[in-house]
């Protein structure tokens, strides 16, 4: 079965400072991986893709089959980063999602 | 993208009694999943629903609990029936388009 595992509940860092937010899973197959964001109030959304290669405000996170993880880094946190962060996988494009626990990052000023 | 809404947006229940939630996409989809979103907890998948078959249900689920309806391509409901406290989640319907997933507000509901 799948699974994704993000080991910190919560991650404090100042803002300016890196950030790395922890995802590792195990699937057999190649998966696809994804980030999910909520902000305070506002609905799930879809942060990034591996698939896509994008940074998204400033975020990036890489595939690393060999140690199957999918950390989500950031350079410089900005206040508006704060927000609960979910890695999540599907086996392929039209299955449902497998989430993580989540990660509540908090950026403090 | 899909622009998704959901009713209600949150209600507040007693014991014993049920709930339909309602999800409109603003276009057609094939398939269209339900989530549970308990307090402090991650999303945890409910059931698939495709038009035009039965819902299929994760482990824990069952239709007689929450009984799922799928009338056409833009549509569906979630039923959370007689309901008890440990039913007060956020509940969350999404479709898929391509690669993505996207999520509708989700409904928040509490039992008392």
């Known amino acids: 079965a799948q699974r994704v595992t993000q080991p910190e509940k919560l991650l404090s860092v100042f803002k300016g400072a890196p950030v790395e937010l922890k995802c590792n899973y195990s699937y057999s197959g190649s998966p696809e991986l994804f980030w999910y964001v909520q902000y305070s109030r506002q609905r799930l959304q879809l942060l990034l893709r591996?698939?896509s290669r994008e940074s998204i405000k400033g975020f990036t996170a890489d595939l690393n089959k060999g140690e199957t993880s999918f950390h989500l880094k950031k350079p410089f946190a900005q206040e508006e980063d704060s927000a609960m962060y979910y890695c999540a996988l599907s086996v392929t494009g039209n299955t449902p999602l497998v989430f993580g626990k989540g990660t509540r990052l908090s950026v403090i000023a | 993208s899909a622009v998704i809404s959901q009713k209600p947006s949150r209600d507040i229940c007693q014991r014993g009694t049920s709930l339909t939630i309602q999800c409109q996409v603003d276009?057609?989809?094939?398939?269209m999943f339900w989530y549970r979103q308990q307090p402090g907890q991650s999303l945890t998948l409910i059931a698939t629903?495709?038009?035009?078959?039965?819902?299929?249900?994760e482990s824990g689920f069952v239709i007689d609990k929450f009984p799922i309806s799928r009338p056409n391509l833009t549509f569906s409901t979630l039923t959370v029936s007689n309901m008890s406290p440990e039913d007060s989640s956020i509940y969350l319907c999404?479709?898929?388009?391509?690669?993505?997933?996207?999520f509708g507000p989700g409904t928040r509901l509490t039992v008392l």
């Open positions: 629903a495709n038009q035009g078959s039965e819902a299929t249900y």
């Open positions: 999404s479709v898929g388009r391509g690669p993505e997933q996207f």
């Open positions: 591996h698939i």
């Open positions: 276009s057609q989809v094939t398939m």
